[in-house]
């Protein structure tokens, strides 16, 4: 005969299986992809991207958190680079995902060193207006994949587009 397990011994089971699938999952951990800034109008109306990716995003769907970086960490320059806050997202549609709103925050004095032109915010054009980050449902599936920062007010339509993609499977 086999012994009866009590209920703690099949709880600490559960929670260690739980967790291993949190932390230890493929799709669960947080996963960082590379980002080109465009694709964007030139002077002479062509469409271009940015040749090198300057930009990171993090994703963790397990948490819906999303964590982009305008200016990617380089330790190699020791700077962490500039990093909006840590935000939720959800899913807006069948084929898109949406952060809640949020404001820029202001640069601090390291991250102002780090970029050509110091100013307040890095995208002063909307220091004032809530910003909403946008991506597809099948970024995972997709590479690349685009992601766009926007404006939620109608008259002031400002949109950021970023073509990103996972550096493991670029072609």
């Known amino acids: 005969m086999m012994p009866q397990m009590n209920t703690k011994t099949i709880q ?3 929670l260690i299986c739980l967790l291993f699938f949190a932390f230890c999952g493929s799709k669960s951990l947080a996963k960082d992809y590379e980002c080109h800034y465009g694709p964007f109008k030139d002077e002479n109306g062509m469409f271009k991207t940015d040749l090198f990716p300057f930009s990171k995003v ?20 020791k700077h962490d680079g500039i990093q909006l806050e840590r935000l939720s997202f959800f899913k807006k549609s069948k084929s898109s995902y949406k ?24 995208w002063e054009e909307v220091k004032d ?4 980050i946008w991506f597809s449902t099948d970024y995972r599936n997709r590479n690349p994949f ?10 002031n339509k400002w949109v950021q587009r970023y073509t990103c993609y996972d550096p493991k499977k670029r072609q």
Request: no cysteine; hydrophobic share 30%.
């Open 58 to 77: 993090e994703i963790n769907h397990f948490f819906k958190k999303i964590t982009f970086y305008p200016l990617k960490p380089y330790p190699s320059l």
């Open 12 to 14: 600490r089971i559960g």
């Open 146 to 155: 685009q992601l766009e920062i926007i404006t939620n007010i109608i008259q």
């Open 129 to 132: 207006d809530y910003l909403e």
């Open 99 to 122: 952060t809640k709103k949020f404001k820029q925050k202001k640069l601090t004095s390291e991250e102002k060193e780090i970029i050509k032109k110091p100013r307040e915010y890095y």
